[in-house]
């Protein structure tokens, strides 16, 4: 069993990586928010997700954040009128991927703000550790 | 302090020093947690019991006057994680980690920290001392 200020260092790695992997969800979602089919009628890029769980860690003895799964936005696709696109239906609609704007910017402010957050516990501990080497010093 | 880690007088500051030490330790980790699992569902924010409480919670042990007497485990201190109930926000997926809450208890433990590392050098010195007189 490690001791609480190691483990509270893994406890936050963990966090850290937690939150860049969602991160990554972020911007894959932004860099296809305009991605279409190829073919007639195909279905556009569909909206990545992600959901994150507690894992027990026995090394530790604490609760590592985890991603649970990535999946899929199942919400319906944006359709616009355009003919000429080659995803174009019979009808002349195109199905654009389902990814919104303004969701991604808030998801992406939230990821900011808890990257920050495990990083602040990072210096906390690391500052801990010094004090208690200092002790040695004097 | 002997060597059965009984109290023997003013000498306790370091046990008690080191038992505070832990307990910051102990905390420090819950709050990582916390903030580890600040986004995952169904997470109820944790706290560890105050000093005080688990400091009085001691049991009173029994001094050895004679080196016929036995002797008696030293007691851990011993410092549950409790559920918190005083959570500043619980979010519609059930998660009760408030970030900024988090964030103070962080910099209180590393204040308290930073005292008692004060105090053990400071009482290290004054050991010293009484040793080179």
Redesign the interface.
Known sequence: ML???S???T??S??LE??ST?MRIVSENLANATSTGRTAGADPYQRKTI????AMDRASG????KVKEIGVDTTPYRVEYDPGHPAADKAGYVKLPNVNMMIEMADMR?VN??YE??L??VK??R??LG??I??LR? | MDQNGAVVGPLYLFELASSQARYLELRQSTIATNVANANTPGFRARDVEPFNKVLDGMPVRLATTSPSHMQLAAAETDTRATAKKDSWEVVHSGNSVSLEQEMIKGSDVNRDYSMNSAIVRSFHRMVLAGAKA
Do not use: H, I, K, P
């Open positions: 001791d609480s200020l483990a509270s260092l406890v936050a963990s966090g937690a939150q969602r959901t994150f769980d507690a604490s609760q590592l954040a939230e703000r808890s957050a495990n602040q516990v906390q501990v500052s801990m004090m208690t200092d002790l004097s």
